[in-house]
């Protein structure tokens, strides 16, 4: 794998990307889309009758799906019908009693399989104590579609955290059928120990696993395609790594790439194209700076897509999704994207061309999808939003 090149012309203008190795990239170019400069973005309170407690995902359970699913941190998923005025919500699955949540703990991810309608599977990533995360498959009632059968956890794969940070925790299923999860580094300020670049564990990486089937001695089976599974010191879980803290990957599902959001240390907040067996630089990069002065072999290291400066507010990247629905036509084929701690949200496309959208104020802790691919946030003062536009009327 050859490295990308980047160049930074400007903080919000293009970036060069490049790569002779086009065939691994497998990316479908996006049109340069510009947004209209007399569109204003706004959000607006989704669910006005609802409130959450610091909610981390937003799913739903199927192209056909009228409902909606938040997950919150302490270790509850909620669901509710995807209607504006509603004011029902009831509790899908409750695992309160085996989350733990310090810090960055808690119940951060889950998806719903692909065959979901005819096998209700459920998968939770979760942290059940402040040295372990895991990954874990429940099953809806077979009395109750808003309710999930608590005794019916199956444990699939286990994560043991050094640290009580940099978790990751984005769970989904790729058009390949396998499903997909985002570990961070273990925790500690630089990857003490360096998990993000050694393959022998599953920190800092993205993982790829098949759940429809069963290897020996496992809960899920290995994806005979996986990148390092005829390695023999390496796990053959993994995807692709050098990554600090995956914080929400996801798949465009018109060009099937995958984009994700990796949160920075001290210098650059940075946005990824997820290709199989890619080695995204931490801790020898923190984007595209060199994180150790002395040693900077950036050999094979593919470079962000973009990267932004952190700062006093700008300083924790929350990845987003490729926007795909019809409310939004402006939008169409850009990756939106937002941070956490200064609620700024931008539009990005494939070619690296960044534009500011929106100074939320919200801290935004995740966005997702509903059925009909409309994009929804979640934020930590315990609401779901929306974006919405308006025309400027200029004299």
């Not at 989350?99 to 459920?122: C, D, I, K, V, W």
């Not at 009580?164 to 300020?189: C, K, R, V």
């Not at 995956?246 to 018109?254: A, G, L, T, V």
Request: glycine fraction near 8%; aromatic fraction near 10%.
């Amino acid at each position: 794998m050859k490295r990308i090149g980047l160049v930074l012309l400007s903080f919000s203008t293009l970036f060069y990307m490049s790569c002779s190795d086009a065939d691994e990239l497998a990316l479908t170019p996006n049109p340069d889309v510009q947004i209209d400069s007399l569109t204003v973005f706004a959000v607006n309170n989704a669910f006005p009758e609802l409130t959450f407690s610091k909610p981390l995902d937003l799913q739903s359970a199927g192209v056909d799906e009228n409902r909606i699913f938040v997950a919150e941190k302490d270790g509850i998923i909620k669901v509710f019908n995807n209607d504006a005025t509603t004011e029902d919500i009831s509790t899908f699955l409750d695992i309160t009693e085996k989350t733990a949540t310090a810090s960055e703990l808690g119940l951060l991810g889950f998806a719903f399989h692909p065959e979901y309608t005819t096998n209700g599977f459920l998968y939770v990533t979760y942290t059940p104590s402040e040295e372990l995360a895991v990954v874990s498959r429940f099953k809806v009632s077979e009395t109750d579609a808003n309710m999930v059968d608590e005794s019916s956890e199956t444990i699939l794969l286990e994560i043991p955290q050094p640290a009580t940070n940099h978790n990751g925790g984005q769970l989904a299923f790729g058009p390949d059928g396998y499903l997909y999860i985002s570990s961070g580094d273990g925790g500690g300020s630089g990857d003490p120990d360096g998990n993000a670049q050694n393959l022998t564990n599953l920190l800092g990486k993205i993982l790829r696993i098949d759940v429809d089937a069963i290897d020996e001695k496992l809960n899920y089976a290995i994806p005979t395609d996986n990148p390092f599974v005829d390695e023999e010191n390496a796990r053959s879980e993994i995807y692709a790594y050098g990554l600090r803290n995956p914080w929400r990957f996801s798949f465009d599902n018109q060009t099937n790439t995958i984009w994700a959001g990796d949160v920075g240390q001290d210098k650059k907040e940075e946005i990824d194209l997820i290709v199989k067996g890619g080695n995204y630089g931490w801790n020898i990069l923190e984007g595209t700076s060199c994180f150790f002065e002395d040693d900077c072999d950036d050999t094979d290291l593919i470079a962000p897509l973009y990267e932004y400066e952190r700062t006093e507010n700008d300083k924790s990247v929350t990845g987003g999704y490729v926007y795909r629905g019809d409310a939004l036509p402006e939008l169409q084929g850009l990756y939106i994207y937002g941070d956490f701690v200064s609620g700024r949200i931008w539009a990005l496309n494939q070619s690296g061309n960044n534009t500011l959208i929106l100074e939320s104020g919200l801290a935004i802790s995740s966005f997702g999808i509903d059925a009909n691919n409309e994009l929804y946030i979640c934020a930590f003062d315990g609401k779901i939003y929306e974006l919405t536009t308006e025309i400027e009327v200029r004299p």
